[in-house]
């Protein structure tokens, strides 16, 4: 247990509308990335962190914007959400001692109508 | 570009029994990182394996090993006296050694394991 959660759970909302989801660490890891999981994809890289302040732009990140205002906080805006956007939603860490490793949160699933 | 390829979209198992799920992978590099990924109905995805690629002992974790083939690009999961608690869909993962703070780990597509009693 890496001590990630992540909120919502379960989404439901229109196409059009803002939608920010939200991963919460409890032990203080710099590395925090952003997944999704789509049917046929595995998961791939939206958006990722190595810091306050510091994120940049991952594998498919178009439609995406992220913000790290506190360690323990990564969140993840869909500013107008597509059906295209729906997907499950992962939040990872890396522990500094073990960079290469990834350790995912229970997941967000979305669903834009 | 790296690639992971999981040719098995299905397999199954009775309890007690063995099964291994195979995993390929397509890279240039030397030196990289392995991983094998366990995704329940919870959906939650929980890290089973990893594997570095300079290491040539095979990676094992109770009930879990691999089959590393550096030369063939192959790293295969062998799990053994398999339990109901198993059945889940199954991630090879790759990643490279060099370290940048953005680099993604790339899956496979999954393989889905059904364990029978």
């Known amino acids: 247990d890496a001590g990630i959660t992540q909120s919502p759970r379960h989404k439901v909302t229109e196409t059009g509308t803002p939608v920010t989801l939200r991963c919460h660490q409890t032990?203080?890891?710099?590395?925090m990335y952003w997944y999704r999981q789509d049917p046929g994809h595995g998961l791939r890289l939206i958006h990722y962190?190595?810091?306050?302040?510091?994120?940049d732009k991952g594998e498919v990140s178009d439609g995406y914007s992220v913000s790290r205002s506190k360690t323990e906080d990564f969140l993840l805006t869909l500013e107008s959400a597509t059906s295209s956007q729906t997907s499950v939603y992962f939040c990872a860490i890396s522990p500094e001692r073990k960079r290469e490793t990834q350790y995912f949160g229970p997941g967000t699933r979305l669903l834009v109508l | 570009a790296q690639t992971v390829t999981q040719s098995q979209p299905e397999m199954s198992v009775q309890e007690a029994e063995t099964v291994t799920l195979s995993c390929t992978y397509d890279t240039s590099e030397s030196d990289y990182y392995l991983f094998w990924y366990k995704q329940p109905p919870s959906r939650q995805m929980i890290l089973v394996i990893r594997?570095?690629?300079?290491?040539?002992q095979n990676a094992t974790e109770n009930r879990f090993s691999v089959n590393f083939q550096k030369a063939a690009k192959s790293f295969s999961l062998k799990i053994s006296d398999s339990q109901l608690g198993d059945a889940a869909m199954y991630f090879c993962?790759?990643?490279?050694?060099?370290?940048?703070?953005?680099?993604?780990?790339?899956f496979g597509k999954g393989t889905t394991l059904s364990v029978s009693s």
């Open positions: 962190s190595y810091g306050v302040k510091d994120t």
């Open positions: 032990e203080n890891h710099r590395y």
């Open positions: 993962a790759y990643r490279t050694e060099v370290y940048q703070a953005g680099t993604a780990l790339i």
């Open positions: 594997q570095e690629a300079y290491k040539q």
